[in-house]
Every structure is written in C-alpha cells, then in structure tokens.
C-alpha cells in the first residue's frame, strides 16, 4: 500500500514566506537572549571549557540523543525520557517536512514522502506525539498532584504544562481537521496510519467542508505561534533547562572524576584563594544554576540531606545563582548557609546522579577553601585539633610519627625507607597505621600478599598522611606540604608500584599528585587482590558458602569505578552477597569523606547509623568494607544502631586472608 499527502493543504504555498520570516525572528529572540544572559555568567572566572571540541561534541549528542541520564532515575526520569525522544521524533518529522516541500518538489521534483516510506512517517510521528501527551500528562500528575517530598512548583510550572499542552494538542486538532476533510472518507486506508489524528477528526463535530477549512487554517496558525512562542520563549523562562542542560553536556569536565584544581601556593599575585564572593567562582560555576532542572535528584540522594542536615545540593546550585544575580562582588556565604557546606561528605552522588552535568562538589571545596586558608574556619574544634597533628605529626591522632610502622613489627615486610627491596609498596595510611582494628586488616594484607609471594615494601616512620581530609577541608596549603614530602620520599626508594587499602590514599596517590609531578602506578587493593586471584596466584579456600552484604565506599565506587573486582573476590572466597538497596553507584555514604572522618557529627542524625540500617535491612550477618574511613563508622554505627547481637563489620582484606588456601 502506498500513500502521500499534500504538504500546504488547505494554507497554501503562500504561507511559506512569513512562516520562514517569523521561524528566523523567534531563533533569534531565543539567541540574543542567550547572549544576554552570557553577561549573567561572565562574572566568573574564565575556565577552558571548549577543549577537545570533538570529544565533548560526540559527549553532548550522546547524553541528549539517548536520555541516559535522565532515564536512570525511575521517579519521573523515565517520563522525561520518553517526551523528549517523542519531541526528537516529532523535531525530525518538521524538518524533514520542510525539506520535502521547500527543496526535493520545487528543485528537485522528488517526493521522499510517499508509499511506504510515508506510511512509516505518518505513523511514526502520531505515535510519537500520543506518547509526548501521555508522559506530559504523567509529569503533570506527577508535579501537582502526587508531589514528591522536595519537589519545588512555582506558577510558572503551569503555564509551562499548559502552553505544551497546547502545542500538542492543536496539533493534533490540525492533523484531524484535514484528515476529515481528506482522508477519513476518501482513503480510509491511508487514515489508519495516522491513529491519533484519525481519532481526532471522528471526534471532531460534523461540519461542512468550508468549516473543516476555516477550522484546520485558523489552527495551523494558532499551533505555529504556539511552537514558535515556545522557542522564543527558551531563554527567559523556566524552560532555559532544555537549552543550558545540553550544553553542559558539552562543557562537563573531561577530568578523571573527582580531579579537583591545584592551587599555585607560589603565586604572589594571588590576594585570595578559595570563593568568597561571586567574581572568584568560574563561569560555569555560575551556569550551572540555569542548568539546573530543580529535579532534585541529588538532594534525594545527598547522604547529608536524608539525614537531615542543613545542605541541598539542589539549593546550593540555586543559591550561587541567587547570589550571581546580585552582582559579582556579592559575598556566597550570604546566600549559602557555612553549615551546609560544612556537611558535605564529598560523596559524589549528587553530581554522579544530575542529568545536568552539574559540578557540586567542587564549588563545596571552593568555599571550604576560602573558610580555611582565608578565615582559619573549621567545622569543629576536634577538626581544629586534628589539622593541628597533622602539622606536627603528619597524622590525625597526634601520635608520634616514629612510631607508624610499629604494627608491623615481625612481619615479613621490608623497609624500603632503609633501602630494602620489595616488590610493591604499601602505602598503608593513618588509620591501618595508628588504629588498632584497622591495624587487623594492614596484617591481613600482608599475610594475603606474603601467600601469593610478593614481597611487601613499607615507608614506616617516613610515610606521612596523604593530605585527602586536609583538602577536602579547603586547607590546601597544608595537602600540598603533605604530599610534597610524601612524594620525595617514595621516589627516593624507587619503588614502580604501590597498593593502598584506603580508597582516599588511592584517589590521592593516583590522580591528585599528578598535578605534583608524581607519577607512579598505584591501585587499590580490592584491584591487586583480584588480580593475584585471576593469575591463580593465590589461592583460596571457599569452604562453606557464608551470607554477607557489600558496602561500595565512595572513593572506590563512584570516584573510581571499582563494583566488580571486589565482588569477584568475594565470591572466590565463597562469599554471597545479599545486595543493599542503596548499592553500585546508588550506594550510601558512610559519612566520613571530605574530611569529615576528623569532625561530630552534631546535625540531624547519623549517616552512619543510617547506612548500617540499610545493611541490617538485608539479614545478612556480616558487612563487609573496602575503607579504613568505613570500617570505624560502621563499627561506631554498629554500636549507636543497636545492631551489635545481628551484625558486624569485616573489612575485605580480612575476609580474603581467612579463606587463603593451601
């Protein structure tokens, strides 16, 4: 079966010229109020974001073409998804439109519209407008009815609803006017393939072919204002989103996650560092606020939030915006509450989980960097003691650093600081050093190490602290004193390898002192231990299945992308894991990143608590960590959560040494 149809029915090719005309004005209102509002974001500081234009353009046409970001959120994400691949249908079946009458039947006398090709057409675009009416009015429901905790409606949300509603549905009294006219009676073949339209024209009342004419050119003028006035109306509305968010799809990071920028302590020009005021955030910074599409999808998941403390990062997005409207020299923390940004665990699972791209951590580490190397603020005075042994003792606890490498003591480890050879080098890190149950799991490590036959390297007295708590507190002086010395001393020992059991050492070594000139390979253990079990290099003795749930730390999951290696491990041991809700890269914060190991947790209730809830929910006896940080929260959480009769806390190093073979 074939069919066509004629493109200008009823209107006339008369109609062609003032279309284009009011087509260009509307591009252009919507463009010069882009340019207008570049004034908005050009307050901040310039930051390269047009590098690698391939790269980032192959980047945007990805996210926005395939919705990924938007669809793996079940609430609502799925019906956004839907109206903007309907819209993406809908957008293509317009141009193609117009190629087809303004350029192949004038020029080239060719007709694509037609035969099956045009049944397809036809019907491709009526199921796609059906679909655009159904996720709209789900949305709908959804915003003004339902109405999710923390989901913000302003008066402007309905008009938005009502003028997309308005769209669709005129074009479809449009298509249902002239297909009364012209199909339903005189190719009812050809009608089928327009299912919406053709229930539209039989709904449509009875009227006589100069009515059915009046009605379908009154709408077709009535539904090109409507989608022109849409288009106009991008950049002054709520509905600047569509634009801002697929562009910042181009203007992401092309970091690796988490790369945070070194500051240049040498500069003499430099008369401040951190953000304190609207002029020293970046651009895009400040674009990312009419990015936001106040889905609130981070805040859901913001560990700090749940748990009831003062910080959104949805708001705070927001909030930079409020403040950029009043001018560049207007003060953030005006706006922005100090407690929030205080609460920030750097957890990463706001910006993992924003379909905008948006950039919340770092702006966190800007103003944190201001309080702390402009202001001398802390969180807490136990911070304040804290980042004071750091400075003396290179560790948090403010014991002596002569006496670091003393858990080691008859082991068979070699001391690499006193130019003894090994094959790796264990950067064990304050806590597996000074704390007596993380020091359980730096013996786990190297009796699994010594029963694969790798020779274990230790620095002792001359490793330092790694610096990650200090920065994520906004001291980056004192990071940058840590790392320098940490840096001399491991290249001194000319080690090529090194394995970490902390995730926060690991994400430090191995991104943020490349900025440093360290350049080391260094993995995580969950990775090297993997690895041994893959090269059949360690063996081990699964022994009777046991049941146990797996906490995926932030720093090793969200910040480096390490699900599989460890669960693989644990399974060779004969482990099962019974998954938590919050798992992958959903998984919860234990509430100790971004320095807040070193700080009371005084605000709302315990994150801590809060994820060993989630873990007691699974009846699996037995938790078990990747992270020193996660191991002393879970066993504080334990102890707070009344979970001790049903529940404890192995770290994965220790489960891995039980079960080694023979």
Known sequence: MGGTREIYWNVGSGVVLPMYLLAI???????????????????????????????????????????????????????????????????????????QADLLTPVFEANLLQGNFYLLFSLALDIAGA???????????????VKPPGLET???DYWIHGLLFAILITGFLLEGARMAATEVVQNPELARFSPVGLATARMLPEMTPQGLSALHSSLWWVHLALALGFIAALPFTKLKHLLYTSANAFFAPLDERGSISTIDLEDEEAEQFGAATVADLTWKDIFDADA????????????????????????????????AAAGREQALLETIDEEAVWSCTTCFACQDICPANNEHVNKVIELRRNLSLMEGAFPGDEVRAAVGNLEVNANPFGMAFASRGDWAEGLDVARVNEGEQADILYFVGCYASFDKRNQEVARSFVKICNAAGIRVGLLGKDEKCCGEPARKLGNEYLYQMLAQENIETIKATGIERIVTACPHCFNTLSRDYRDLDFHIATEHYTQFIHRLVGEERLALNPADEQLCTYHDSCYLGRYKDIYREPREVLDAA??????????????????????????????????????????????????????????????????????????????????IAERIGD
């Not at 159904?134 to 959804?142: H, I, K, S």
């Not at 938590?580 to 801590?608: H, P, Q, T, V, W």
């Open 25 to 99: 004005a509307a591009f252009a209102l919507m463009a010069w109020g882009v340019w207008k509002r570049s004034a908005h974001w050009r307050q901040g500081r310039s930051l390269d974001r047009f590098n690698s234009i391939g790269e980032r353009t192959k980047r945007m046409l990805s996210e926005v073409l395939t919705q990924r970001k938007v669809s793996r959120v079940r609430e609502g994400g799925i019906y956004h998804a839907l109206f903007f691949l309907g819209f993406m249908i809908l957008f293509a079946g317009t141009l193609l439109v117009m190629l």
């Open 574 to 655: 004969g482990w099962k894991i019974t998954e938590m809700d919050k798992s992958g890269r959903d998984s919860f914060c234990c509430s100790a990143g971004g320095g807040r190991i070193l700080a009371e947790e005084k605000l709302g209730s315990r994150i801590n608590v809060e994820r060993v809830r989630q873990a007691a929910e699974t009846s699996a006896p037995v938790l078990v960590s990747n992270c020193p940080f996660c191991l002393t929260m879970f066993e504080d959480g334990i102890k707070t959560g009344d979970c001790e009769e049903t529940l404890r806390v192995r770290d994965l190093a220790e489960v």
């Open 292 to 323: 936001c599409m106040n889905c609130k999808r981070c805040q859901d998941r913001c560990p700090a939030h749940v748990t009831e403390k003062p910080l959104s990062p949805m708001k705070l997005i927001n909030q930079v915006g409020e403040a």
């Open 131 to 145: 679909v655009m009416i159904l996720t709209l009015a789900g949305l709908f429901v959804r915003r003004f009815f």
């Open 154 to 156: 302003a008066k402007e």
